[in-house]
């Protein structure tokens, strides 16, 4: 059985921040990309405490990654703090843009024994 797998790089430092199944493990909706605790690859991720409002998913906070270098890339991802419990799948986790010109999203097919 074919099986849909997603990495996650930081473009410029190729930094790997996540990679997993499509699906739970890494959950797409609404064109971002919704990382759980087990398939994120790095703990540079940092809160910086600027608050948002999603009128329908609730409160957040903005991430920043922090690179090997030194260098930090500022509101990169985002975590819901506050989350609405109907959307089970954004609760905690790291939120990161489909489309973002720092990212290198890469799809995948594994073949697994399941």
Not at 4 to 24: D, N, R
Not at 54 to 73: A, E, H, R, S
Request: aromatic share 14%.
């Amino acid at each position: 059985m074919q099986k849909k797998y997603i990495s996650i790089t930081h473009t410029a430092s190729g930094t790997k921040l996540a990679e997993g199944p499509l699906g739970w493990g890494i959950t797409s909706f609404e064109g971002n990309l919704y990382v759980s605790r087990k398939h994120l690859l790095t703990d540079r991720f940092k809160v910086n405490f600027i608050p948002g409002l999603c009128v329908y998913k609730f409160l957040y906070v903005w991430l920043d990654l922090l690179l090997p270098d030194g260098k930090k890339i500022k509101n990169l991802g985002w975590m819901y703090w506050l989350p609405n419990p109907l959307l089970p799948f954004i609760w905690f986790r790291v939120g990161l843009p489909r489309v973002h010109p720092a990212l290198e999203i890469v799809e995948f097919q594994s073949t697994t024994s399941e």
